[in-house]
């Protein structure tokens, strides 16, 4: 365990408030959570955002196949451009999924897009910077993180093998 239910919450409280020092001045925030796991967290980091930012907040979810992410889906289509887009996932692995999303976001012509990872692999494969992140961890080529979710909750999160 490299996360554990407490810490991943106070995690997800700072990430929340990071973005509310940042964005003081915006009107609107989009929070973009990648299916499933990332979109969990962005519900998660709304709520705690509500609490300092005055403006509004949106939380939408992106779909796609992780393995081979030939379609790409919001599940609303909603108007990004010019806004504050924060794309969400629970862990940046290799950066590849990321990578696609940013592709899709980027024909929205956003503002800004900025990334959030609960926990973030020091070593990627593809060039993608983490802007919020939870925890980094340094692993193997052979190991991946897995974040736990049980009951509307982070559990924790665990290197595997």
Same mark, same amino acid.
Do not use: W
């Given at each position: 365990?490299?996360?554990?239910?407490?810490?991943?919450?106070?995690?997800?409280?700072?990430?929340? $408030?990071?973005?509310?020092?940042?964005?003081?001045?915006?009107?609107?925030?989009?929070? @973009?959570?990648?299916?499933?796991?990332?979109?969990? @967290?962005?519900?998660? @980091?709304?709520?705690?955002?509500?609490?300092?930012?005055?403006?509004?907040?949106?939380?939408?979810?992106?779909? $796609?196949?992780?393995?081979?992410?030939?379609? @790409?889906?919001?599940?609303?289509?909603?108007?990004?451009?010019?806004?504050?887009?924060?794309?969400?996932?629970?862990?940046?692995?290799? #950066?590849?999924?990321?990578?696609?999303?940013?592709?899709?976001?980027?024909?929205?012509?956003?503002?800004?897009?900025?990334?959030?990872?609960?926990?973030?692999?020091?070593?990627?494969?593809?060039?993608?910077?983490?802007?919020?992140?939870?925890?980094?961890?340094?692993? #193997?080529?052979?190991?991946?993180?897995?974040?736990?979710?049980?009951?509307?909750?982070?559990?924790?999160?665990?290197?595997?093998?």
């Amino acid at each position: 365990m490299i996360l554990d239910q407490e810490t991943a919450a106070k995690k997800i409280y700072r990430m929340a $408030m990071e973005i509310a020092e940042r964005h003081y001045n915006q009107k609107e925030i989009v929070l @973009i959570g990648i299916k499933e796991n990332g979109f969990f @967290i962005a519900q998660k @980091i709304s709520t705690c955002l509500a609490e300092n930012f005055k403006g509004a907040i949106f939380t939408l979810s992106l779909s $796609m196949n992780k393995k081979d992410p030939g379609e @790409i889906k919001l599940s609303d289509p909603t108007d990004l451009k010019q806004k504050c887009v924060i794309l969400i996932d629970d862990v940046a692995n290799s #950066g590849r999924t990321m990578s696609f999303a940013l592709k899709l976001l980027l024909g929205f012509s956003p503002a800004e897009i900025q990334t959030l990872a609960l926990v973030e692999r020091t070593h990627k494969l593809f060039p993608v910077a983490v802007d919020y992140v939870g925890i980094s961890v340094s692993s #193997g080529r052979n190991e991946y993180i897995e974040v736990l979710i049980e009951k509307g909750e982070v559990q924790g999160a665990v290197l595997k093998s």
